[in-house]
């Protein structure tokens, strides 16, 4: 669990909790969800002795169930927001860096690695408090991030640090970060799609890998869905947020501003998000398609051949049959020449039958124009 003060200029890591609220500024708590779990005890007191208020027991059923979806709840002390993140998960570095490397079991670990692990956020007038998964890289993204704002705030001189002023603007910070983070994954599932389709349309490779394509398709639909909650969770963040009290100081009203301003961002990030996942989605249901319609056309292709060949040897086997007939009185059975008048004829028929076929175009594969 870590601690942080933060104030207009200045951000501080704290051993630990203090005893009361400092002058200015908030308070920071970042718990990976096991911490939170054990430390549960002691964090209600604390929450008690700094803002006067503890944690409904429904919250904290929320805060440490990893299965679930994205949603917002408030009560008259703070609210709560439970965001599920998109991100390509650990070990996923190497996978699909060169298309000309995919298999279908690289493939299989690009689903695998996939994490829609949720963060919970509660968020109190000074103070807020995240419970992330193990390995979530927010915490310690923000916690490296901030600091170096004030750096570079110190190298400008008169510029402002661009702290987040209020936990709620922390809050919607990370939650654009992990929306943001979308963008690793996309790389991720794009180039997993890619190899999928290459595979599809490549007219000398057996196909295989239908489970694959079938889970890939599965975890669109997954994503789509934490998509729409993250929307809908987003949304009624923003309701609540017009809710609130008005006013009347100015540095307040510009800063309850600034909130709907990067809550509507956020909410616009979300919305590319859920656009790219259906464009994907949709690519994957239009290369299943095409890719049976292409089966389709190479069967029809193959047996238009097959017919045209029939068409051929018909009259050639009406000849050789004729001739075979075991009666003396036919043509040409006694001639020394009939075997070459019937070898001269089957030839002049199978190539002109030939020839008209491939002049309709019932042989060719290609369309000049």
Known sequence: MRIFHVTPDQFTELPELPEQMPANGYLWIGSARREFEVATVPL??????????????????????????????????????????????????TLFLDDAQGTLSTAKRALEAIDTSPVGFAVFDRLLLTVHPTDCPVREFFATRLPQMIQSAEQRTGAPSRLPPSPDDLMLRMVNHMVDGYLELRRLLTRQLGYLQQELFNPRSHFDGWQVLLDSRNALHLLEDTCEDQRSAIVEWIDALDEWPTEHDAQTMRERELLRLRSRDVLEHIERVLSHVRRLESSAETAVQMHFSAQSNRTNDIMRTLTVLTAIFMPLNLITGFFGMNFDGLPLIHAETGVWVASITMLIVGGGLGLFFWRKRYLSTSHKR
Do not use: C, E, K, W
Not at 73 to 90: C, E, I, K, P
């Open 44 to 93: 209600q007191a604390a929450l008690q002795r700094l803002t006067g208020a503890q944690l409904v027991d429904l919250h904290i059923s929320d805060l440490l169930n990893n299965q679930l979806p994205s949603h917002f709840d408030y009560t008259s002390a703070y609210d709560l927001l439970v965001f599920r993140r998109l991100a390509a998960g650990s070990g996923s570095n």
